[in-house]
């Protein structure tokens, strides 16, 4: 993060934050001062083909997917954000003293995700057939707090999440010497991208009824409401990140009478429902069902805890009605974009299955012919403690999508298999330290495209 983005965040959580008393937000190596993995969602999948952006609580038990408070039972099966009354945080150093940043009411988290990975296209041209190397390592910080009553907010920024090639220095080259420049020389350096995963202000007039205003993901499937660290690969499936990716900026509200069931509802500008080559107006009208038929099911892939049997399934609807303009900016079409998801997941003793189909179709006011897109993909893994500090899984994904079905289809078909080895597992923790490796095959059928390749990426969360 460059010293300008560190500044600005420093700002914004202090702006944030607001009055209190001026506490040292230390940083500790111990569990409860770990990431909430219901809190945490990045984007900047690490294992795309294509290297393409994807463009992913009081004494009463915590089964929501919120921050948890200091005085909580976690019964999340997720770790603790809170710094918990007769916590101490390590003697530092003057070294030490000089990172320790004075803020108001926050605890801070995060996590790293470095990766490598190889890739093979045996179609492409011969200097993009074979890519191989370190991955950009993913750092998420997490600033969390709650400085007011029924009030908090989270700040979540996402540093290496994509590279960017900016120009270092350009050198004007004349071979012959007679004044006049016969070419020019760029110099590129790789810089490693910000993104704003999370930044929202939350209020909660009741215990089961909160609100969300800023940057956040849109609840539309269960993989967009399951944090990067709690997913079985290193990055979100195809088919989720073919209908919906990336963040977004609204407002949602969420009802959760119990740990059994919620709904949550929201309005949002609609950024990832147009493309770059369109220019519309228009609100995303977003609606979400969840209900776990067994009792408490937070959404983390996989079943590292070895838990009794539980059920969850989910829909999601997505609304957006838009204007359209042309190049002039004189009023176009009309659009109508309609997008349904519904989900599965079942988990049993280290066994976890999680599916869900998807739905799009979009029509316009000049045409009779609707866009009609259909996908989906299922995933499974199977927890095995080998020792104590030591539990693998094996894991394995296959999705498929279809697109434009209504007038010249393209059906890409996605396949992957891995394995995670969760190092040092603890109940409060239990994906802390986490190796996954794995491969996968992405095939274009329509085009007759295909690129195959292998990841591993290294878990630690702090």
Do not use: C
């Amino acid at each position: 993060m460059t010293g300008h983005n560190a500044v600005m965040a420093a700002a914004l959580v202090v702006a944030l934050a607001g009055g209190g008393r001026i506490a040292r937000a230390q940083v500790r190596g111990d569990d409860s001062a770990t990431i909430d993995d219901s809190d945490i969602d990045t984007s900047g999948d690490s294992s795309d083909l294509d290297n393409s952006d994807d463009a992913g609580d009081s004494d009463a038990l915590d089964t929501d997917n919120e921050a948890d408070t200091g005085d909580e039972v976690d019964n999340d099966n997720e770790a603790d954000t809170g710094i918990h009354e007769g916590d101490h945080a390590p003697a530092s150093d003057a070294a030490g003293d000089d990172i320790v940043m004075l803020l108001p009411n926050v605890r801070i988290t995060g996590y790293l995700q470095p990766a490598a990975a190889v890739r093979y296209r045996p179609d492409a041209v011969p200097l993009d057939r074979w890519t191989w190397g370190a991955e950009a390592t993913r750092t998420g910080v997490i600033f969390a707090g709650d400085p007011f009553e029924h009030w908090n907010f989270l700040l979540h920024v996402v540093v290496g999440a994509n590279i960017f090639q900016t120009i270092r220095s350009i050198d004007v080259i004349d071979r012959d010497g007679d004044g006049s420049p016969e070419d020019i020389d760029a110099r590129t350096q790789d810089q490693p991208g910000l993104l704003v995963e999370q930044a929202t202000v939350s209020y909660a007039p009741l215990p089961t009824l909160d609100f969300h205003f800023g940057q956040m993901r849109i609840p539309f499937t269960v993989q967009n409401q399951s944090p990067n660290t709690a997913l079985m690969f290193p990055s979100r499936s195809g088919p989720n990140e073919v209908f919906l990716s990336g963040t977004d900026l609204g407002a949602l509200a969420t009802f959760a009478p119990s740990a059994r069931f919620k709904v949550q509802a929201g309005v949002f500008n609609g950024t990832d429902a147009t493309s770059f080559m369109e220019q519309v107006r228009g609100v995303l009208l977003a609606l979400r069902a969840d209900a776990n038929l067994l009792g408490a099911f937070p959404f983390a892939e996989g079943d590292p805890l070895r838990g009794p049997l539980r059920i969850g399934i989910g829909a999601g609807l997505l609304y957006f009605p838009a204007q359209g303009f042309d190049s002039t900016g004189f009023a176009g079409a009309s659009i109508r974009d309609l997008r349904a998801s519904a989900s599965v997941r079942v988990a049993v003793e280290g066994f976890y299955l999680q599916a869900e189909v998807l739905r799009r179709q979009r029509t316009d006011s000049l045409s009779n012919r609707p866009l009609i897109a259909t996908g989906g993909y299922g995933q499974v893994s199977y927890y095995i403690r080998m020792a104590a500090d030591l539990g693998v899984a094996p894991i394995a994904r296959w999705g498929i999508t279809t697109e434009d079905q209504s007038f010249s289809p393209r059906t890409t078909m996605w396949s992957e298999a891995g394995v995670a080895f969760y190092i040092n597992p603890t109940p409060e923790a239990p994906n802390k330290l986490k190796l996954t490796l794995h491969v996968l095959d992405e095939r274009r059928l329509t085009e007759g495209e295909n690129a195959h390749g292998a990841i591993a990426q290294l878990q630690l969360r702090f």
